[in-house]
């Protein structure tokens, strides 16, 4: 059994400064993870992937995350939030079963 | 190049009907997945093909839920007998076989059951 928990359902930061969305997740498997944004009425669009390699990911955007296997999460951190980043973010566990479970999604807001 | 399509894009239906939602995946991609995302809620996995066949179709909510891929391409999900609870945006993405593959989605279908 797999599962994901996003910890935020909403993050409100001002633009400038950092970005934190907390991923936490659980699997019976060595996993591959991954975080998704959906900006309004578009699709989703990945941001960065998680596979075994360096724990430290670098994504689009000047997003990364890190894999913790001690802490089981996988935090998605911005140094400088930008209006643009306002959306949704979805982190997903993946085994190789194929199938993968999606977090409830976190709603960033940027204020000016 | 072409990205996952679906169509419709839209779709509006009476309670009890049976809708029909297409999905074409990108080419030479293997994996093909639904999603239904209702809203205010997170994303929820319906099925899973690799190729033509659904190694896990746990995530199909009832029996009324059903879907096809055919010659590892283009896939179908049929809802028959709609209800109100049916109403979300679904969503199919593709990827190259592989679990550490990269899903690319399609724009959604959204839903609406009167």
């Known amino acids: 059994a797999q599962s994901v928990t996003q910890l935020d359902s909403h993050v409100s930061v001002s633009e400038g400064t950092p970005v934190l969305l907390r991923c936490n997740y659980s699997s019976s498997y060595s996993p591959s993870l991954f975080w998704y944004v959906q900006h309004p009425n578009k699709g989703l669009q990945l941001l960065l992937k998680y596979t075994s390699a360096a724990t430290l990911v670098k994504g689009i955007n000047g997003f990364e995350a890190e894999f913790k296997k001690s802490e089981t999460s996988f935090h998605l951190t911005k140094p400088s939030a930008h209006m643009s980043d306002a959306a949704e973010y979805f982190c997903?566990?993946?085994?190789?079963?194929?199938?993968?479970?999606f977090g409830d999604g976190t709603t960033l807001t940027v204020k000016p | 190049g072409a990205g996952v399509s679906q169509s419709p894009s839209n779709k509006v239906t009476e309670k009890g009907k049976d809708v029909e939602l297409r999905c074409d995946p990108i080419?030479?991609?293997?994996?093909l997945y639904w999603y239904r995302q209702s809203l205010g809620q997170g994303l929820e996995f319906l099925i899973y093909?690799?190729?033509?066949?659904?190694?896990?179709k746990s995530g199909l909510p009832s029996d009324r839920f059903s879907a096809e891929r055919t010659g590892g391409s283009v896939s179908t999900l049929t809802i028959q007998r709609t209800q109100q609870e049916d109403s979300a945006v679904y969503l199919c993405a593709s990827s190259l076989e592989g679990m550490v593959d990269t899903q690319y989605f399609g724009p959604g279908t959204r839903l609406t059951v009167l």
């Open positions: 093909f690799q190729g033509n066949s659904a190694p896990d």
């Open positions: 080419s030479g991609h293997t994996a």
């Open positions: 997903v566990v993946k085994t190789n079963a194929g199938k993968s479970t």
